[in-house]
């Protein structure tokens, strides 16, 4: 078991954007621009595409990846590739990708891989980037990590903390990006767990982690990548691909 996959959960339904992984951007479906960062990287054994709609599931095969059915009573894309996993025994870490996300970048999928494979005592890692500016870090739509002096995670909290009372000492935010990386048996187990009292609070799944006292290694990066969550996000992404072409073009 000590191969690699990276798995991307799909659905069709979502309140803000209905039909979002199959949503055109510079004519081409945000799910499949994320699939394409995802299988160039080289240390994932396999890329699946997990889903619980015929009309990804068509799509995605269509463009030649692999692809899951699972069950539409999921609450979470962690319950989903979980279900994916239970069945490919031949897994061993297990990289939970977003779906929404289409820059992120298949050498941080490496990191995560490269993590785990070699640092025994590390079962979750995920990724942290400092906010670009103090107005994101003060957004509770914007997920932040504390991280203690061992690189792991202390809270995942939407609002920015510690309050800075001593302001001679300086800050930084981390906006955490949801993408995690498991080994077989910690995934297993964070699925078994019933949901928490700060998870419920926070609406984060991720403190059940914490709260049941597994830790979660945060590799740090210079940058993240964006994410979709509306179809403004998505003319926005358009724009900042068609300035990127431009400049290549040069």
């Not at 599931?57 to 962690?78: I, R």
């Not at 979709?228 to 040069?250: I, Q």
Request: with cysteine; hydrophobic share 40%.
């Amino acid at each position: 078991m000590s191969k690699a996959v990276g798995i991307i959960p799909a659905r069709w339904r979502s309140t803000r954007f209905p039909g979002k992984p199959l949503h055109l951007i510079a004519n081409k479906p945000l799910l499949r621009r994320v699939w394409e960062r995802c299988v160039r990287a080289k240390e994932l054994d396999a890329v699946i595409i997990a889903t619980d709609d015929m009309r990804i599931a068509k799509a995605a095969f269509d463009w030649g990846a692999e692809v899951a059915m699972t069950s539409p009573k999921h609450q979470s894309g962690t319950d989903r590739i979980a279900e994916v996993v239970r069945k490919a025994r031949q897994f061993g870490y297990i990289i939970n990708i977003q779906g929404d996300e289409p820059l992120t970048e298949s050498a941080l999928l490496n990191r995560f891989v490269e993590t785990l494979r070699s640092n025994p005592k590390i079962d979750i890692v995920t990724a942290a980037h400092p906010f670009e500016n103090a107005a994101q870090a003060s957004s509770p739509h914007q997920v932040k990590v504390i991280v203690d002096l061992n690189g792991n995670a202390l809270y995942f909290p939407r609002y920015a903390i510690p309050f800075p009372r001593n302001r001679s000492v300086p800050l930084k935010y981390l906006r955490h990006q949801g993408i995690y990386g498991f080994r077989r048996k910690a995934l297993l187990d964070f699925v078994s767990w019933k949901p928490t009292p700060l998870e419920r609070a926070e609406s984060l799944e991720q403190l059940r982690v914490l709260e049941n006292g597994v830790k979660v290694h945060v590799l740090l990066t210079k940058h993240g990548s964006p994410g979709v969550d509306t179809p403004a996000d998505a003319k926005a992404l358009e724009r900042k691909l068609a300035r990127a072409e431009r400049r290549n073009s040069r």
